[in-house]
Nanobody
Framework: QVQLVESGGGLVQPGGSLRLSCSAS????????MGWYRQAPGEQRELVAA???????NYTDSVKGRFTISRDNAKNTVYLQMNRLIPEDTAVYYC??????????????WGRGTLVTVSS
């Protein structure tokens, strides 16, 4: 129903920048919000940033002031601009699309992930 494809991951040195892209296709008209999650080795998947259809954004504390989430509705694409990267940012980053059906019913769709490695 919803297909998500991420791109933009790679190897970057500490202090560098990277921009991730996520293109959505399928039944995208019913999506309420999109976001980026990440999962480091041996860790649980965590929310990095999210943006609603109304433009409201939310960030985890560790990336505030460094990362920016944005969207291009014409291209059905969301971006994650990552600046001043640190080794702790190393993880597989996943694009997420959320459909809120009811208060207790939520549908989530996921991309396959793109690896970001921050190392000197």
């Amino acid at each position: 129903q919803v297909q998500l494809v991420e791109s933009g991951g790679g190897l970057v040195q500490p202090g560098g920048s990277l921009r991730l892209s996520c293109s959505a296709s399928g039944r995208i008209f019913s999506i309420n919000a999109m976001g980026w999650y990440r999962q480091a080795p041996g860790e649980q998947r965590e929310l990095v940033a999210a943006i609603t259809n109304g433009g409201s954004t939310n960030y985890t504390d560790s990336v505030k002031g460094r990362f920016t989430i944005s969207r291009d509705n014409a291209k059905n694409t969301v971006y994650l601009q990552m600046n001043r990267l640190i080794p702790e940012d190393t993880a597989v980053y996943y694009c997420n699309a959320r459909k809120v059906i009811t208060t207790t019913t939520i549908d989530d769709y996921w991309g396959r992930g793109t690896l970001v490695t921050v190392s000197s």
